[in-house]
């Protein structure tokens, strides 16, 4: 009666600490664990599109998401900043990554570093302005992101109306999407402590095709 | 938009004006709840963002105010705006026990329709906590009647919040005083259902009562009214009252017998009530207990 359904799911509860979304109390998170993984996802999942895009003759697609050229800033550094100016909750990114896999899913879009960030920077805000209660305004946002106002809010218009409005994420999906990027970020630690060891350099000269791909979980 | 006939003007809502409409090709009456955005510092106001996506969700309960659909047009001025068209319905709750305090009939609400219209509510609410949403601003006005049909739907989400993943604090700046839960009130760091069952509470009371339970006109205020009338909370009967933030030394009262504050309401009636005015949120009887309380035992639940 009247608790959050939350406390009665500690197995969850452990994963939703261990990336940094739920406080265990005093102690003061700067930057969420969970950024780490989710860079690593997208970063992973645009370099596979984009070799896709390059090696076969799926036609991009071209929407207002798309920029002439690709920002200067990785995928990591991008939600490092938007992270720490839109003090936004932690699980806003957890929402963001369902976010954009719903519009990819609504579309023929593929995630590549021409649409990433202003996907990102557009579901971003979105989760925030949905589920926290304390939030920035649009033109907030767009100073973040880099981009005019005036774009930020045709991005939101167009990203609504695609995803027809469905904001909302419940428990199940949440918790999935939570025990990937908890997985993602258990690959990252032994891809640390293997760099710590010395093995990395020799491992991933002889492995040269995998190397690309070391270097994103590894970051 | 030339698909609807604007009718009338019916209200101001949390983020624009609301029209009565009629859907030209079909007839079937509207209301249109407009958005502007020209506040391009803001984007899509986060009360319409809300609103549409929880409903979007919410919409296939009867208990829930149906949203039609959402239209963007661009005005004469070239502004963009955001149309909700939504299912159109008479009156209001507030509307409807005022019409029984002062109208050119008044008396009370009859005993088997307030019955009815808290069982609906229930259902409602029990739908929202079921799909993780608070709604956080139940009250008479934002229940809308369909007075030929006798039927009670739950409206303007604009404040609803999702309550299934954590989140940062949440705010206090919920619910019309009236009906405000007194954890909110008191500052706790998380509410959660328990804050739409106290609204609930208040509800019932006013329509049997058909004035408010507590009317009060300061966060202060209000908490005196609930003490005097359910006595002064204690750590005993809710651990840890006294470590909220805004806690303070308060006079004490003796808990007051709450069925002379609604002679209306029958016995069963004055036992739910009391369980949805327990202090301790924890306590405090979940929407879906409700609908199985004796209290509703005589009423048909197959039309439902």
Known sequence: ?219 | MEKYEKLEKVGEGTYGKVYKAKDKATGQLVALKKTRLEMDEEGVPPTALREVSLLQMLSQSLYIVRLLCVEHVDSKEGKPVLYLVFEYLDTDLKKFIDSHRKGPNPGPMPPSLVQSFMYQLCKGVAHCHSHGVLHRDLKPQNLLLDKERGILKIADLGLGRAFTVPLKSYTHEIVTLWYRAPEVLLGSAHYSTGVDMWSVGCIFAEMARRQALFPGDSEFQQLLHIFRLLGTPSDKQWPGVSSLRDWHVYPQWEPQNLARAVPALEPEGVDLLAKMLKYDPAERISAKAALDHPYFDSLDKSQF
């Open chain 1, 1 to 219: 009666m009247g608790t959050l359904a939350l406390d009665n799911e500690n197995g969850s509860s452990d994963v939703f600490l261990s990336l940094g979304l739920k406080t265990s109390g005093k102690g003061v998170v700067k930057t969420p664990r969970v950024l780490s993984p989710l860079s690593s996802i997208l970063e992973r999942s645009v370099q596979r599109n984009e070799m896709l895009l390059e090696t076969t003759n799926i036609k991009e697609v071209i929407t207002i998401f798309h920029g002439l050229r690709a920002p200067p800033l990785s995928i990591r550094q991008y939600i490092d900043r938007i992270c720490k100016y839109s003090g936004c909750s932690p699980s806003c990114f957890v929402v963001a990554q369902i976010y954009v896999d719903r519009y990819l899913k609504c579309t023929e879009v593929h995630l590549t570093s021409f649409n990433v960030h202003r996907l990102l920077i557009t579901s971003v805000m979105l989760a925030a302005k949905f589920m926290d209660d304390a939030f920035f305004n649009n033109a907030y946002y767009a100073k973040v992101g880099g981009v005019s106002t005036a774009e930020l809010n045709r991005l939101e218009m167009k990203f609504l109306f695609t995803i027809d409005f469905r904001l909302q994420v419940n428990l199940e999906t949440f918790t999935k999407y939570c025990s990937q990027l908890e997985k993602e970020a258990a690959g990252v630690q032994i891809e640390r402590s293997i760099q710590a060891c010395g093995i990395k350099e020799n491992w991933s000269q002889s492995k040269k095709e995998d190397s690309t791909y070391a270097r994103t979980v590894a970051r």
